[in-house]
């Protein structure tokens, strides 16, 4: 069954399609987009899917991982749809999220003579996806990209919203480009082979949306037996948990593509995040992990402003930790160091650091009037926990 939920952004409209066993109709929804819009209702036309607008030839981005369980997936379905096929394959993992990987899509893009009218498909988790984003955002001055996520986190944030990019040796994304996807399409189906851990991270993500935009989804995985695991999950609460997510993500973004305002509030617990995961040099935590630590310190900063209840920021505890993921710092871990790089983030307006606190469930509000004792008071109580 499919579900489809459209991105009604002005210039870039676009479809996000959950479907178990997607990937083996790739081709099908590139060559022929009505059998996704035909889901979508006239009012959401204008997506720029079908041959005339993503040409023939088409650059399949992946890692070896990926590639090996679900290229040839993919490889068929498009050849079967006729297009004609080349697949550039990375090493895996953020330290190869660089410019250096950057030149390798373009060799494979400049070998099968990509073209303005072709496209290139990004088939992996976020790494792959924001790469495979910026190269098609770049090649030839922008050519059409297609998100295939196959990592939860994936799948509910980095493949929506057309924020693409590289890591600079300095700092994480700092090299970039806003540029859509022509369609999304998530099978969910690919979740069976991820790791645990890696599935964990996307909880974080997906914890999120219920802290800042959806109670319901926030009390779905309250009410779930148990949550830190793909296998834990029903097919049904699985896609509806994804379907939420998703739709969360939409929401925002179409309201503030290129993030003016409303779209900081997906980078909830993200700062604090960032800075734990740099200062144990990107070895201790992964994206998801460094999150899911932000919101815990984030949520408590609220609740020590008094912006939100102590209860409600120990129910957000209680799903993170529930979600498998961790919540305590290490014993050594430095609290004052993340008050430097705070001001070195590139979220930083003017000096100022801007936070993400909630302020009930579903909701939040952006300030930069936090005082550092808070935030410090914040980070000792995650270690102090930590120490016991
Ligand atoms: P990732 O892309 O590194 O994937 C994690 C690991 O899972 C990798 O080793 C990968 O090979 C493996 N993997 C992926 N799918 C698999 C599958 N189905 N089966 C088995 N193994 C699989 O990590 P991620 O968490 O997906 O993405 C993190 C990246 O996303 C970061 O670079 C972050 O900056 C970026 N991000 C971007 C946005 C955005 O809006 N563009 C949002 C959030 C995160
Ligand atoms: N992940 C944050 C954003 O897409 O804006």
Not at 38 to 44: D, P, R
Request: with cysteine.
């Amino acid at each position: 069954m499919q579900t489809v939920i459209s991105v009604p952004l002005p210039q870039n409209p676009y479809p996000v399609v959950l479907e178990a066993g997607g990937l083996g109709n790739i081709g099908a929804y590139l060559s022929q987009p009505e059998r996704i819009s035909a889901h979508l209702g006239s009012h959401q036309s204008g997506h720029k899917l079908g041959k005339e607008n993503l040409g023939k030839k088409v650059l399949v981005v992946s890692n070896p991982t990926i590639w090996k369980h679900y290229g040839p997936t993919v490889v068929t379905s498009l050849a079967q749809a006729g297009f004609d096929v080349a697949h550039c394959i990375l090493p895996a993992g953020e330290r190869y999220k660089t410019l250096r990987s950057l030149e390798k899509i373009f060799d494979s893009a400049l070998a099968h003579r990509l073209e303005r009218s072709s496209t290139m498909i990004a088939l992996g988790g976020g790494v792959v996806g924001d790469m495979t984003g910026f190269a098609a955002a770049s090649w030839l001055r922008g050519i059409a990209v297609v998100q295939v996520p196959t990592t939860l986190l994936a799948m509910v944030d980095a493949s929506i919203g057309g924020k693409t990019g590289v890591n600079h040796p300095q700092g994480k994304n700092l090299i970039g480009a806003f540029h859509q996807p022509r369609l999304v399409l998530i099978d969910p189906e690919t979740l069976h082979t991820l790791p645990t851990r890696e599935f964990r991270a996307g909880m974080a993500e997906v914890i999120k949306y219920g802290v800042i935009w959806d109670a319901e989804l926030f009390e779905q995985l309250e009410a779930a037996d148990q949550i830190d695991r793909h296998r834990a999950f029903t097919p049904a609460l699985l896609l509806d948990m994804l379907r939420r997510s998703c739709q969360a993500k939409v929401d925002v973004v179409s309201q503030d593509e290129k993030e003016s305002g409303l779209r900081a509030i997906l980078n909830y617990g993200h700062t604090i995040g960032h800075a734990i995961e740099s200062l144990t040099q990107y070895r201790t935590f992964n994206h998801g992990e460094g999150v899911g630590l932000g919101m815990i310190a984030v949520g408590d900063i609220a609740a020590r402003l008094k912006l939100w209840p102590k209860d409600t920021a120990e129910r957000q505890y209680q799903l993170i930790q529930k979600a498998g993921l961790p919540t305590q710092l290490p014993a050594s871990f430095e609290t004052a160091a993340v008050l430097e790089v705070l001001t070195t983030d590139k979220k930083v307006r003017a000096g100022q650091v801007r936070f993400i606190l909630p302020t009930g469930l579903g909701q939040v509000k952006i300030t930069d009037q936090v005082p550092t004792s808070e935030i410090l008071g914040a980070l000792r109580q995650m270690q102090a926990v930590a120490a016991d």
